[in-house]
């Protein structure tokens, strides 16, 4: 290398004025997409009723409007349930004498499953149904909990029967 390039190469900086300028704007642009992103996207979707469903078939629905557990016909025996407040708890009983205990914020519009008699770590009492879509899935009862809202019914009312 020849003294007038070393010079040169000396002369300009790493980074040049117009550089910083547009490095400064793309990492504007990409916080700036990101906050909308996280802010549209965080809103969660509320949960207007519970789908119940054991062994694929749907046993009950909890309606958080009317807070009444509304079971399907002939399976009214599996369920009781009570309500001091806002909470309502749900008691889940199988066939084979096994049950869940479901735990409903009617304010907050949330499902947890409290308690469950499994013997297989009862991994089901570490879910939660914050938002709609969400499950809690109890696989030695054949299980499955799913908050869901009028929309993805295609209508505004709850048909059992």
């Known amino acids: 290398m020849s003294l007038k390039e070393t010079k040169q190469v000396r002369k300009n900086k790493f980074f040049s004025r117009w550089d910083l300028i547009v490095y400064a704007v793309l990492l504007l642009a990409v916080v700036l997409s990101v906050s909308l992103l996280l802010v549209y996207t965080s809103e969660p979707i509320l949960i207007d009723y519970l789908e119940i469903r054991s062994d694929g078939d749907r046993i009950a629905v909890y309606d958080f409007e009317s807070r009444a557990l ?50 297989a770590g009862k991994d089901c009492t570490l879910m939660h149904i914050r938002r709609a879509g969400q499950t809690i899935v109890c696989v030695p009862h054949g299980l499955v909990i799913e908050g869901k809202t009028y929309s993805e019914n295609g209508g505004g009312e709850i048909v059992v029967g």
């Open 70 to 119: 509304q079971a399907e016909t002939g399976k009214e025996s599996l369920f009781s349930t009570e309500t001091q407040g806002d909470e309502t708890r749900i008691f889940i009983y199988t066939a084979e004498g096994g049950f869940n205990l479901l735990t409903v914020d009617n304010a907050a519009r949330t499902a947890d499953m409290s308690d469950a008699d499994c013997s």
